[in-house]
């Protein structure tokens, strides 16, 4: 019996951290990217290469905040999964975790294509922070990982088109796809992703479609990331790759091999780092990752997803650390092999007004000699087989039958995204066939702003709380700017012109705001970063110490142990408290005002002071206080940076301010060549 496509939900249980609440503080600072290119290497690049590495990088990550709340205490928890399968393979996918594919395994064999990861923990590599590692990712918005990792996708069923470029169905075989889709709010644009099996596939079919619904040109990019287990070697149709790594060089390097090292082999590379491979035009777009004995999982597409990339931890020290960090130590490591619109993911792609890209990717096992008498050898082996059970031209023919039935409208509704994208909608009266954005799914997120957008005026907080987010796009700058001048639209108005680039008038509204403003705290918070940014760090410190103290006094009537408020409430305020303090005290003793640094430590509450983050800023408190013994004695106790950022120094240059000993391997997450 032919089993054809079927979708059905699934309750996952594993080991799992808490993401915990956003940080309430409006990320006012520019991106701490680590994907910036050396000037140097400029010269060797194609036009259109480095033509697109200027285009729209990504400066502010407003109007998203940044997720930071999340811990390192993992107990079993129950995640929502849908189930997509036919007779050869079935998808897991996590639609409230980013629509990840968490797992695709082959039926037939029993075998899982994919790395799986067997816990849910999240660090610091998404733009806005919460990322986590395995599965099939689809990235979308700016370089980096996307906002939406850990965030709830739109779902629901689709019926699917006859044909599929795989045979036609049989009459009334029914068949279904798993559409996701969600509004993309970096760049404003909204996004689908439709699944499914074809009737008797080894593969599945992915179709992804970008809009623009401006009338202006933006910024488009999409990486998709596969991770699989990294006892591989990778094989893709090119001889030369952009090697780039964590000292930001970006090189163009033999393959396989360079430096007298096969880097195909991902055990190999003693540092992290990306290999970006040149793929000649007109050459099939695909990537392989097989095992020692043939076996693994090959990913292709159609050709306007021109970009393949392995990206490797390494083998030293930093990258077993992280790799453990990652998941359950003794689970084994991973490595990336990924697809994307460019041929680096450090550009990005003009899409034209009023336009829309889109192309289809397969996923599916693969059977090919991982050796051969040479590179090229292996490489014809491999794209022999990829043709033999997936011709390039079914591919497009796939393409093709889904376009038509992109538009079609969703069915039974499978889980909900955010707001953002109906608020757009309604905004604008856009019409986006395919995926739509009801007003159904407003939430209390949008409540402000739809006000704002029907009566022209920023509603005043219901409660005492933290202020929520801003919105930062032109359209709603120009309704701030006309909107009743309140200290809260005040605030509000200061972000969206400091995301604009005019500070001077954002300092301006901040300052308005304050002589009227109920609660001082944001809006001197807003002040000391525009103080930092223009290198008045004095006065930043001043500020901070202030907003501080401010916070201090609102919350206790409001946020502790729910009096004044909900117990959402509290966890808001201890959010505040925390973010706040964190960045107070840096500025602190940035100036050397370790009394006043100790003033705010001695006010956190003792489960903040617990937390990683804060035992680091503790022992920095010590060593400026002149206890050296006290502050080695904080990390010689242990503890773990929840949100520790991908490629950061901070432990390591306090480890060299205290000690000339060799770092710790707990402690040793360096990156780069040259921080052994």
């Not at 008038?505 to 807003?526: F, I, N």
């Amino acid at each position: 019996m032919v089993i054809v496509t079927r979708i059905r939900r699934e309750v996952i249980t594993l080991p799992a951290a808490r993401l915990g609440p956003d940080n309430p503080l409006p990320p006012l600072r520019p991106l701490d990217e680590v994907h910036h290119v050396d000037d140097r290497d400029r010269g060797d690049m194609p036009r259109d290469m480095a033509r697109q590495l200027d285009y729209e990088p990504l400066r502010s990550l407003l109007p998203v905040r940044v997720r930071d709340g999340y811990g390192r205490e993992r107990e079993p928890r129950a995640l929502q999964a849908l189930v997509i399968e036919n007779d050869r393979l079935r998808a897991t996918v996590l639609p409230g975790l980013g629509g990840r594919i968490a797992s695709l395994v082959h039926l037939p064999t029993g075998r899982e294509l994919l790395y799986r990861n067997p816990v849910f923990q999240p660090a610091n590599f998404a733009l806005n922070g919460a990322w986590y590692s395995g599965g099939i990712e689809w990235n979308i918005g700016a370089t980096g990982h996307t906002t939406l990792s850990c965030a709830p996708l739109h779902a629901a069923r689709v019926p699917a088109p006859d044909g599929w470029g795989h045979r036609p169905r049989r009459s009334g075989s029914g068949g279904e796809m798993l559409r996701l889709w969600e509004w993309e709010r970096l760049r404003d644009l909204p996004f689908q992703v439709d699944l499914w099996l074809p009737e008797g596939s080894d593969f599945l079919y992915v179709g992804v479609r970008i809009r623009n619904p401006h009338e202006h040109a933006a910024p488009a990019y999409w990486w998709s990331n596969i991770a699989v287990p990294e006892d591989r070697r990778i094989l893709a149709p090119a001889d030369e790759a952009w090697q780039f790594g964590y000292e930001r060089r970006l090189r163009r390097v033999p393959v396989p091999s360079h430096d007298g090292i096969d880097r195909t082999r991902p055990l190999n590379s003693p540092y992290a780092a990306d290999y970006f491979y040149d793929v000649p035009d007109g050459r099939r777009r695909w990537i392989a990752a097989v095992d020692a004995d043939g076996q693994g999982l090959v990913q292709t597409s159609t050709d306007v997803l021109r970009g393949r990339k392995l990206f490797v931890w390494g083998s030293g020290p930093g990258g077993r650390r992280w790799q453990d960090w990652l998941t359950e130590p003794g689970t084994g490591g991973y490595c990336e092999i990924q697809a994307g619109l460019a041929r680096t993911q450090l550009e990005h792609v003009r899409l034209e007004p009023e336009s829309e890209v889109s192309w289809l990717e397969a996923y599916g096992p693969l059977d090919a000699a991982p050796d051969g008498p040479s590179w090229q050898a292996v490489v014809r082996g491999a794209e022999d087989r990829l043709a033999a059970v997936l011709p390039r031209a079914r591919v497009e023919r796939a393409y093709s039958d889904w376009m038509p039935y992109a538009d079609t409208e969703p069915g039974e509704r499978l889980a909900t995204g955010s707001g953002w994208g109906a608020l757009e909608v309604l905004r604008a009266d856009r019409k986006l066939p395919g995926t739509p954005f009801p007003e159904s799914t407003l939430g209390e997120a949008q409540e402000p702003w739809l006000e704002l957008l029907r009566t022209g005026s920023l509603p005043e907080p219901r409660r005492v709380r933290p202020p929520g987010g801003t919105l930062v796009a032109p359209h709603w700058r120009d309704m701030l700017e006309t909107a009743p001048a309140t200290p809260h639209t005040e605030y509000h108005l200061g972000i969206a012109q400091w995301h604009a680039g005019d500070r001077a008038q954002a300092v301006r509204s901040w300052e308005r705001a304050v002589p009227l403003a109920p609660s001082l705290w944001p809006l001197l918070r807003c002040l000391a970063v525009a103080d930092q940014e223009s290198g008045h760090h004095e006065r930043a410190a001043d500020r901070y110490a202030e907003a501080f103290d401010d916070l201090c006094r609102e919350r206790l009537p409001h946020g502790l142990n729910g009096v004044g408020g909900t117990p959402t409430d509290g966890e808001a305020w201890t959010a505040a408290v925390a973010a706040l303090g964190r960045e107070a005290l840096r500025a602190l003793l940035r100036t050397g005002r370790t009394a006043q640094a100790r003033a705010v430590w001695e006010r956190l509450l003792p489960a903040v002071r617990q937390r990683g983050a804060f035992r680091l800023l503790e022992a920095d408190l010590l060593l400026a206080e002149g206890r050296r013994a006290d502050a080695r004695a904080v990390l010689d106790e242990g503890f773990e940076v929840a949100d520790l950022r991908e490629g950061a120094d901070v432990i390591e240059l306090l480890w060299a301010r205290l000690t000339d000993e060799p770092l710790p391997a707990r402690l040793d997450f360096r990156m780069r060549p040259d921080a052994g």
